[in-house]
């Protein structure tokens, strides 16, 4: 069936420099994409979401960009702090009936260093 | 605060004992869902409601039963409970089953079936 998946496992970067974590979806009638930082001992918390119809959207911080032409997801994080260190996770949406329906990637580790 | 909450957080149970683990939502969302996250798996949806008395199976609802009586709770319910069930849970509810929307997590339920 359709996944979503994530380029790269583990992301180490020092306070203070700009983060890329990368998503690659394979359904093309998603249409509906959210990012979201998990905490240990905790659940997965909203970053930012992007439509379809949209190719950026920018937060505090966070800026998600979306390439529907190479299927392609990623979550910017501006100013990386050691509180930003968590598994980030993609999520999509399929148009049509999906009825809230999400498929999640398997999620990336983003470690901060002071 | 608008929150999701999930009891129990923590369980250790013996397989065949019958358990419970209730979800609330304060928010008035119409959507709920249950998940379970297992390591090298991701996250899995195990069973959804798009309303009151309105529930359907996600790609992994062997073994799980739910409900939804009443608009703000969603419980799993683990008739016979066997060790391959020993994961992480989470609940999670957004505004609308149709529309765009993200969903919000509870703090996860552990659960240990030995």
């Known amino acids: 069936g359709e996944s979503v998946g994530l380029h790269l496992p583990t992301l180490s970067v020092q306070e203070g420099d700009n983060s890329i974590i990368n998503c690659a979806y394979s359904?093309?009638?998603?249409?509906?994409f959210i990012w979201y930082k998990q905490e240990s001992g905790k659940g997965p918390q909203f970053i930012i979401d992007i439509r379809s119809n949209m190719d950026k959207r920018q937060g505090q911080r966070v800026t998600v960009l979306l390439n529907k032409t190479v299927k392609h997801l990623s979550l910017q994080i501006a100013a990386t702090q050691p509180g930003d260190s968590a598994v980030y996770f993609c999520?999509?949406?399929?148009?049509?009936?999906?009825?809230?329906?999400?498929?999640f990637g398997q999620g990336t580790i983003l470690t901060v260093h002071p | 605060e608008a929150q999701v909450t999930q009891n129990p957080r923590y369980l250790i149970t013996v397989t065949g004992k019958k358990l419970t683990v209730t979800c609330s939502q304060n928010m008035n969302h119409e959507y709920m869902s249950w998940y379970r996250q297992d390591p090298g798996l991701g996250l899995r949806q195990i069973y959804y409601?798009?309303?009151?008395?309105?529930?359907d199976k996600g790609d992994v609802p062997e073994g799980y039963k739910v409900s939804r009586k009443e608009k703000r709770n969603f419980p799993l319910i683990l008739e016979s409970p066997s060790p391959n069930q020993t994961s992480l849970y989470f609940c999670?509810?957004?505004?609308?089953?149709?529309?765009?929307?993200?969903?919000?997590f509870g703090d996860g339920t552990r659960l240990s079936i030995l």
């Open positions: 999520a999509e949406k399929a148009g049509g009936t999906s009825y809230g329906k999400l498929t």
């Open positions: 359904n093309s009638a998603s249409d509906y």
């Open positions: 999670a509810s957004s505004l609308s089953s149709f529309s765009n929307q993200p969903q919000h």
């Open positions: 409601s798009m309303n009151v008395e309105v529930t």
